[in-house]
């Protein structure tokens, strides 16, 4: 039981540069999440996906499109990445446990935008 | 605008002390609240959630939350310095969640 996991742990991209993270549960999830987290900031929302077939904006949205492609699977697209997108991106899962909704956390993938 | 709102430390605490780590948040419609603690490095991983009024204890940790005065809080009792890390206060609505800044605690040998 893998939990969620994360690809790739590092990029580093130029200005202008798109790309994909994947990220996946195993745990039979519904809801999905993009987090981002600056130093001092915190976790901030980018998107949701609270079941298969549906997104929604988070917080900061802006630069970011994502795909809920199926049940386990939700990635994070940048199409034309910023010096200001450099940051550490976290995927989460949750789903409603004995009482509330209780979410875990991919490893992160830590990105540099030069 | 939802806001959750925790000291950014850090927090010293001498080894075998109680450490009190305290959130307060904007919105009267949260649902529940959680503690992550977060090695630097690392994913936040959960420690506890509550959602009803009052103490909720798990071992070391005790939660406790004032809805009327919109605060949580977290102790570790006997603190350790493996549990050196940042705490992040979190807060629910549904299925969506708002994080605090988190606030880094050091526990001294």
């Known amino acids: 039981n893998a939990g969620v996991t994360q690809t790739p742990k590092f990029q580093v991209l130029k200005t202008g540069q798109s790309m994909t993270l994947q990220c996946a549960q195993d745990?039979?999830?519904?809801?999905m999440y993009w987090y981002r987290q600056d130093p001092g900031m915190g976790l901030r929302l980018i998107y949701y996906s609270a079941s298969e077939g549906t997104t929604d904006k988070g917080e900061v949205p802006n630069g970011y499109n994502v795909s809920r492609l199926n049940k386990r699977e939700f990635s994070l697209r940048l199409e034309s990445a910023a010096p200001s997108q450099t940051s550490v991106y976290f995927c989460?899962?949750?789903?409603?446990?004995?009482?509330?909704?209780?979410?875990?956390f991919g490893p992160g993938t830590r990105l540099t935008v030069t | 605008q939802k806001e959750v709102e925790q000291n950014s430390g850090p927090l010293s605490v001498p080894e075998g002390a109680i450490a009190s780590l305290n959130c307060t948040y904007s919105d009267r419609g949260s649902q529940s609240f959680f503690w992550y603690r977060q090695y630097s490095g690392k994913s936040p991983e959960l420690i506890m959630f509550i959602y009803s009024n009052g103490d909720k204890e798990d071992g070391r940790f005790t939660a406790q939350l004032n809805k009327a005065s919109q605060y949580v809080s977290l102790l570790i009792r006997d603190s350790q310095p493996s549990d050196s890390a940042t705490y992040l206060c979190a807060v629910s609505y549904g299925q969506n969640f708002v994080f605090g800044p988190g606030t880094r605690l050091s526990v001294l040998p």
């Open positions: 989460a899962s949750s789903e409603l446990g004995r009482n509330e909704y209780e979410q875990y």
């Open positions: 745990m039979n999830h519904n809801s």
